[in-house]
């Protein structure tokens, strides 16, 4: 095996020690950057050694690469064109070293014994992640919960008539702001809304991920890999009994956590791949009786198990009563999709630009501004075009083929095992590299570029040393009947939780479906034996990948780091120095070494504003430089309505204090184009209502306030308190209202002919839908206690989101 293996090994397992969710963010490009180097290097050792794995570079790869060129394409034309440019570059990197990582893993694992080397890391990091989640629901849960209300408590002391002098609370109070992210020195009553929230209603297993469903679909994966290992066992007889005690309680830690993450499409998912392994094992051991016993097994077991969960209150019985109700909300998010996808057929809207484009086509009530579409086929199609999904396509194709000729080749698993004693040292100890290297680069990145020693990290690197030695005992990867099972789990859930374009799942479900060896075996020694080709091809490749890898690290990586390292200090310099003059030559800074984000240009925009406002509104040239920033912000992403909506809030402010009508004008202009770009808003569409009233435009007011109205009324009945607008702003609503005539109820104008035409009209509203799945009626709840939208349209770092 060649010497990069280990390290590429450890590369696959960081995926999943860091918050796959942020990667179009630029959180993960160091990730990618180091694949490209690993390629680079490992193109240089075959030229020197006149060596070069060509004979698995076929259609395969062929697929997985039109999968890969569709996103690039896509990110190509927002580069070229107009988008969030950043995002879109930074997952063109991601997809391309997606694929260098592919055609890699599938070089080195053209036999059993060494795919399941790879197959074990997804089953290792089940284990130790699952107990991850476990500890979270349990204890992390409700320490957080603790942490927040001692911080709302020191926040309201500290704002009372009689504030503490001592230091050791104000220093309490610094650690708990940057602990729940507001630096800020206000108190950040919607960001601590939202966090109480996240941390008091929800309780879900989420492992080092940000999201229970991403987290769900690894799980899935490992449950099923573990089970089929432990199958496995049965035919190594010369191997302690007792080997097998050890399987149970490491399938138990997966497949608690795995309901712990709440995740119906996991669960759905992962209960069609346990069918299909049984089905696999029956056609393997021609045993319809074992089949049988396995089935009964394994039924029973995820029934105690979720008795079990359920006494523990770890399951809420709205986890599957509302099940019709988030049914019902993917079909919303599917269908403003597809209207998406009808005005973008050929390239789609570029990855990282899904959200912003989707939050126009959004219906009426639906639930949440996603980011993904929630479903594979549609989520590749708008991210990366007719070529992405061509290439999709394919790749499910090959997987299906691949498949079917495995099952005709029965027995070639047992063809190509060693004996457990054979295998058990090699094993254990790429198992010990991999974990070392995957878990030292993470606390590396972190320690260096993040300034903090994670020490849960440590934990779970032990934990990851302690299951690698125990389990090791037999191997624990999976063959190809095993692997295409567990794919397909992956596959399903990705029909209904979306996440495709996430190298960490995007690696699991090609690694699954289409990275093992041939269904038609060689031997051991055959199987090791490689093509040469002339040093002058690998040399192409080293001279194209060091290229890729430049180009990686000047457009996407360093920026990225350095950007992100420079606002981290803007913010920390105005918490804790209020030194504003320092904080704004960072952010100029930031925005010259990254001119392609928008990030520190808001950042800008905000440091001027609140400079202006503490001056008393008696600086104009702050004022000026303010609304110069947010525009430059909003040139970096111009689809995203809340940029433009904080602008045209600040001219309503100022109007209100100058009574200037070029004020209210310039205000209404600017909500005319948040509207445009998210028509189904209640708060834009009041927002606008309330400029349009100040402007003296009487007529399209009473339009627009009846249209926020009917949504607000709409999100009400639909049980999205988050979105009701306050109750004072719905009282002005109604009072602009009756100033026009009464109309049927149900019927609101979409727009009139005083609406600008460059702005296009928002599309009419359905009547009032039930609230599916709600236990009864919905309340309008007090004003104290409402929350802000869990989701904004550019989430600066730190913000809410």
């Known amino acids: 095996m060649p010497w990069w293996v280990i390290p590429a090994g450890g590369l696959f397992l960081a995926r999943f020690l860091v918050p796959a969710e942020a990667t179009e963010l630029g959180e993960t490009l160091w990730i990618a950057q180091a694949w490209l180097i690993l390629g680079a290097l490992a193109a240089w050792t075959a030229w020197r050694t006149h060596q070069f794995r060509v004979d698995r570079f076929g259609t395969i790869d062929v697929g997985v690469w039109v999968l890969v060129a569709g996103h690039l394409f896509a990110a190509l034309a927002v580069l070229l064109g107009e988008g969030h440019q950043r995002a879109a570059l930074n997952m063109f990197w991601e997809w391309v070293a997606l694929g260098v990582a592919f055609t890699m893993i599938r070089q080195v694992t053209c036999t059993m014994v060494d795919y399941r080397k790879w197959t074990s890391i997804i089953v290792l990091a089940g284990v130790v992640l699952g107990g991850l989640g476990i500890w979270q629901h349990f204890v992390w849960y409700p320490s957080q919960v603790q942490l927040l209300h001692e911080f709302e408590a020191l926040e309201d002391e500290f704002h009372s008539a009689n504030p503490p002098t001592g230091a050791l609370k104000r220093e309490r109070l610094r650690e708990l702001r940057a602990q729940f992210g507001m630096l800020s020195a206000d108190r950040s009553e919607h960001r601590r809304r939202a966090i109480r929230q996240r941390l008091e209603a929800s309780n879900e297993a989420i492992g080092r991920f940000a999201l229970a469903n991403t987290f769900g679909g690894l799980l899935g994966a490992a449950l099923i890999l573990l089970i089929g290992a432990a199958m496995r066992r049965q035919r190594y007889p010369s191997a302690p009994k007792w080997i097998e005690a050890l399987y149970a309680p490491a399938i138990g830690v997966i497949a608690f956590a795995l309901i712990l993450t709440k995740s119906r499409t996991a669960w759905v998912g992962t209960s069609v791949g346990v069918a299909l392994l049984i089905i696999a094992q029956l056609r393997v051991s021609g045993s319809r009786k074992a089949g049988h016993l396995l089935m009964v097994g394994g039924i029973l077991f995820l029934v105690a198990l979720v008795a079990v969960g359920a006494a523990l209150t770890s399951l809420d019985a709205e986890v599957i009563s509302e099940a019709p109700k988030s049914l019902q909300y993917r079909w919303e998010y599917w269908t403003a999709t597809l209207g998406m996808i009808r005005d973008h057929v050929l390239l789609g809207v570029g990855p990282g630009n899904f959200r912003q484009h989707y939050v126009h086509y959004k219906l009426p009530g639906a639930s949440e501004e996603v980011t993904?579409?929630?479903?594979?086929?549609?989520?590749?199609?708008?991210?990366?075009?007719?070529?992405?999904?061509?290439?999709?396509?394919?790749?499910?194709?090959?997987?299906?083929?691949?498949?079917?000729?495995?099952?005709?080749?029965?027995?070639?698993?047992?063809?190509?095992?060693?004996?457990?004693?054979?295998?058990?040292?090699?094993?254990?100890?790429?198992?010990?590299?991999?974990?070392?290297?995957?878990?030292?680069?993470?606390?590396?990145?972190?320690?260096?570029?993040?300034?903090?020693?994670?020490?849960?990290?440590?934990?779970?690197?032990?934990?990851?040393?302690?299951?690698?030695?125990?389990?090791?005992?037999?191997?624990?990867?999976?063959?190809?009947?095993?692997?295409?099972?567990?794919?397909?789990?992956?596959?399903?859930?990705?029909?209904?939780?979306?996440?495709?374009?996430?190298?960490?799942?995007?690696?699991?479900?090609?690694?699954?479906?289409?990275?093992?060896?041939?269904?038609?075996?060689?031997?051991?020694?055959?199987?090791?034996?490689?093509?040469?080709?002339?040093?002058?091809?690998?040399?192409?490749?080293?001279?194209?990948?060091?290229?890729?890898?430049?180009?990686?690290?000047?457009?996407?990586?360093?920026?990225?780091?350095?950007?992100?390292?420079?606002?981290?200090?803007?913010?920390?310099?105005?918490?804790?120095?209020?030194?504003?003059?320092?904080?704004?030559?960072?952010?100029?800074?930031?925005?010259?070494?990254?001119?392609?984000?928008?990030?520190?240009?808001?950042?800008?925009?905000?440091?001027?504003?609140?400079?202006?406002?503490?001056?008393?509104?008696?600086?104009?040239?702050?004022?000026?430089?303010?609304?110069?920033?947010?525009?430059?912000?909003?040139?970096?992403?111009?689809?995203?309505?809340?940029?433009?909506?904080?602008?045209?809030?600040?001219?309503?402010?100022?109007?209100?204090r100058t009574q200037d009508t070029e004020y209210v004008l310039k205000a209404v202009e600017e909500l005319h184009a948040v509207t445009a770009l998210y028509p189904n808003h209640a708060r834009y569409q009041a927002t606008l209502a309330q400029a349009l009233e100040l402007a003296g435009k009487t007529d399209e007011a009473v339009a627009v306030a009846r249209r926020a109205l009917a949504l607000d009324a709409l999100n009400l009945e639909r049980g999205h308190i988050d979105k009701l607008v306050e109750d004072e702003v719905r009282t002005e609503l109604e009072s602009i209202r009756e100033e026009g005539e009464a109309i049927p109820p149900g019927e609101v104008p979409a727009t009139d002919s005083s609406t600008p035409s460059m702005f296009p009209p928002p599309p009419p509203l359905p009547e009032p839908l039930p609230a599916s799945g709600a236990a009864g009626p919905v309340t309008r709840p007090d004003a104290a206690h409402r929350l802000v939208p869990r989701g904004v349209d550019y989430p600066p770092r730190g913000a809410a989101a």
């Open 372 to 656: 993904d579409p929630h479903n594979l086929i549609l989520d590749v199609w708008a991210n990366g075009g007719l070529l992405a999904l061509a290439g999709l396509v394919g790749v499910a194709l090959l997987a299906g083929r691949r498949l079917a000729e495995v099952i005709r080749a029965t027995g070639s698993e047992s063809q190509l095992s060693e004996k457990p004693e054979s295998s058990k040292k090699k094993e254990t100890g790429w198992l010990l590299g991999v974990g070392a290297v995957g878990f030292g680069l993470v606390g590396a990145y972190q320690f260096v570029f993040e300034a903090h020693a994670d020490s849960q990290l440590m934990i779970l690197f032990v934990g990851w040393c302690v299951a690698a030695l125990a389990l090791n005992m037999t191997p624990i990867g999976a063959g190809p009947l095993v692997a295409h099972a567990a794919g397909t789990a992956v596959a399903i859930h990705l029909l209904g939780a979306g996440g495709i374009g996430m190298p960490a799942i995007s690696q699991v479900l090609l690694l699954l479906w289409l990275a093992g060896p041939d269904p038609n075996p060689k031997t051991l020694k055959d199987a090791r034996e490689q093509a040469r080709i002339l040093a002058p091809q690998a040399l192409t490749a080293m001279v194209a990948l060091l290229f890729v890898s430049i180009a990686c690290a000047l457009t996407a990586t360093w920026p990225n780091m350095m950007r992100r390292l420079l606002e981290q200090g803007a913010e920390a310099t105005v918490a804790q120095q209020g030194d504003y003059a320092m904080a704004e030559q960072d952010l100029h800074l930031a925005a010259d070494i990254d001119p392609l984000d928008p990030g520190p240009w808001w950042r800008l925009a905000q440091v001027q504003h609140q400079q202006w406002v503490a001056s008393g509104h008696t600086r104009p040239e702050l004022w000026e430089k303010a609304v110069a920033y947010q525009r430059e912000a909003i040139s970096r992403n111009p689809n995203a309505p809340a940029l433009r909506s904080l602008l045209g809030e600040w001219y309503l402010d100022c109007f209100e």
